[in-house]
C-alpha cells in the first residue's frame, strides 16, 4: 500500500518566494498532521485537520504559513515570503481514526531558503 | 525545562550490545510514542504505549506511568538500528504530539 506521499522531497528557493507543499495522506486517513523539524528545536506540530477541518493550528509560527485540505486525499503547506528562517524538514503524517492508532509518516520536504 | 527529556543525547554502541534509551516526561499523558528516523531523514512509528509493555522483533518498549518514564530496548544490536530515536507524549485527549530531542544512535560493526 502508498504510504503518505509528500511532494517535492527538496526544495531550495529564494527568500520572499512562495513556497508550497504538497501531502497525500494514507487513502481513508481521516487525520492529517503538519510537523517541521530544525536542529535547534526537534520536531513540531505546525496544524492538524481532521476530517478536512483545521483543528489545531496553534503550532503554526506566523501569518506567513497557511494550510488547507479541501479534500480527504490532499493538504497543503504554504508559506508566503518565505525566509532563511523557514528553512527545515517539513513532515506530513496521517492517522486513521482515534489517538490510539499510531500516525504514519511521509519521508518529508526539506526546504531551503536561501 | 522541555516537557519531554530523552537521554542519553548520543550513543555509540559495538555490534550486539544492548541498549536502552530512556525517556521522561512531566505531563499527564494518555499515550507516549517511539519513532525511528533513518539518517534518509524518514520516519517511522515503532511503538506506542499506554501503559506496560510491548515487543516487536529485538525492540522493547516500556512505560511506567507512575514515574513518567519510558525506555526503549534494543537486543543484539546491529549497524542498521543506527539511528534517531525520537520519544512523544500525547497530552489528554487531544491528538498533538510533544516531542523529546532524540536520541542519536550509532551501532558500529
Known amino acids: 500500500d502508498a504510504g503518505v506521499i509528500q511532494s517535492p522531497r527538496h526544495e531550495v528557493t529564494e527568500m520572499g518566494q512562495e513556497v508550497t507543499l504538497r501531502c497525500k495522506p494514507i487513502?481513508?486517513?481521516?487525520?492529517l498532521f503538519w510537523y517541521r523539524q530544525t536542529m535547534m528545536r526537534g520536531l513540531e506540530l505546525l496544524i492538524y485537520f481532521n476530517n478536512n477541518v483545521p483543528i489545531d493550528d496553534s503550532g503554526m509560527p506566523e501569518d506567513r504559513f497557511s494550510a488547507k485540505m479541501p479534500n480527504a486525499s490532499f493538504s497543503t503547506l504554504k508559506i508566503q515570503p518565505s525566509e532563511p528562517r523557514d528553512s527545515a524538514v517539513y513532515f506530513c503524517?496521517?492517522?486513521?481514526?482515534?489517538?490510539?492508532?499510531?500516525?504514519?509518516f511521509g519521508d518529508g520536504t526539506r526546504l531551503s531558503i536561501l | 525545562k522541555n516537557e519531554v527529556e530523552q537521554s542519553p543525547q548520543n550513543l555509540t554502541a559495538q555490534e550486539g550490545e544492548f541498549i536502552t534509551i530512556n525517556c521522561s516526561y512531566s505531563v499527564g499523558i494518555s499515550a507516549l510514542h517511539w519513532l525511528q528516523q533513518h539518517p534518509g531523514g524518514g520516519i517511522v512509528s515503532l511503538f506506542m504505549l499506554s501503559s506496560g509493555k510491548k515487543k516487536h522483533g529485538r525492540l522493547i518498549a516500556t512505560i511506567n506511568i507512575q514515574e513518567k518514564h519510558s525506555s526503549l530496548h534494543i537486543t543484539a544490536s546491529h549497524p542498521r538500528d543506527s539511528a534517531v530515536y525520537i520519544c512523544?507524549?500525547?497530552?489528554?485527549?487531544?491528538?498533538?504530539?510533544?516531542f523529546g530531542e532524540g536520541t542519536q544512535l550509532t551501532v558500529n560493526p
Open positions: 512523544a507524549v500525547r497530552g489528554g485527549s487531544g491528538s498533538r504530539l510533544t
Open positions: 503524517a496521517s492517522r486513521l481514526g482515534a489517538s490510539s492508532q499510531p500516525q504514519h
Open positions: 487513502s481513508g486517513h481521516d487525520y
